[in-house]
T-cell receptor, first 114, second 111 residues
Framework: NAGVTQTPKFRVLKTGQSMTLLCAQD?????MYWYRQDPGMGLRLIHY???????AKGEVPDGYNVSRLKKQNFLLGLESAAPSQTSVYFC?????????????FGQGTRLTVV | EDQVTQSPEALRLQEGESSSLNCSYT??????LFWYRQDPGKGPEFLFT???AGEEKEKERLKATLTKKESFLHITAPKPEDSATYLC????????????FGTGTSLTVIP
């Protein structure tokens, strides 16, 4: 049981380059999330999705786009990377049930923008 | 504004020295409070969910409790392998299951 899988695990980008982070979950969860984690800032929500074909903005959405074309996948895109986007990115998923609603996280993607 | 505050930021304990971590929150429409453990270079790992004031959950040396404004993670007789960052998160909102995280407590247990 893989849970939540993120690719790639590490990436170095030059300022202005673009990239896509892929998140896949095999738990049939309705909700998926992208967070970034920075020292002293905790986990901050970038975008989230409540179902296939739907996305919504979180706390820090600027500079990012997302898509959820399939229920099991949630993509995070950076169109023009900036040094301020250097961070560790985590994908998570959770069920829409009223109990056992905890989020399960991937192992993270460490992104450095130079 | 919804907020989650964890204290202390860092905690060093001798092996066997019990202590507690605090998570205070100000959110409207709380639907659940979660504790996670995060090891360096890894994603957060789920520990507990608490849904209502007075609720308690236990797992090995860890015990989580919840009041109307805060939660405590009690660590009894910790071991070096309990060293990690402990994150608190609250679930709120009417649409989706949005989670708001605190900045965590970094726990170091010294042999």
């Amino acid at each position: 049981n893989a849970g939540v899988t993120q690719t790639p695990k590490f990436r170095v980008l030059k300022t202005g380059q673009s990239m896509t982070l892929l998140c896949a979950q095999d738990m049939n969860h309705e909700y998926m999330y992208w967070y970034r984690q920075d020292p002293g800032m905790g986990l901050r929500l970038i975008h989230y999705s409540v179902g296939e074909g739907t996305t919504a903005k979180g706390e820090v959405p600027d500079g990012y786009n997302v898509s959820r074309l399939k229920k099991q996948n949630f993509l995070l895109g950076l169109e023009s990377a900036a040094p301020s986007q250097t961070s560790v990115y985590f994908c998570a998923s959770s069920s829409r049930r009223t109990v056992n609603t905890e989020a399960f996280f991937g192992q993270g993607t460490r992104l450095t923008v130079v | 504004e919804d907020q989650v505050t964890q204290s202390p930021e860092a905690l060093r304990l001798q092996e066997g020295e019990s202590s507690s971590l605090n998570c205070s929150y100000t959110v409207s429409g709380l639907r659940g409070l979660f504790w996670y453990r995060q090891d360096p270079g890894k994603g957060p790992e789920f520990l507990f969910t608490l849904y209502s004031a007075g609720e308690e959950k236990e797992k090995e040396r860890l015990k989580a409790t919840l009041t109307k404004k805060e939660s405590f993670l009690h660590i009894t007789a910790p071991k070096p392998e309990d060293s990690a960052t402990y994150l608190c998160a609250v679930q709120a909102g009417l649409i989706g299951n949005q989670f708001y995280f605190g900045t965590g407590t970094s726990l170091t247990v010294i042999p």
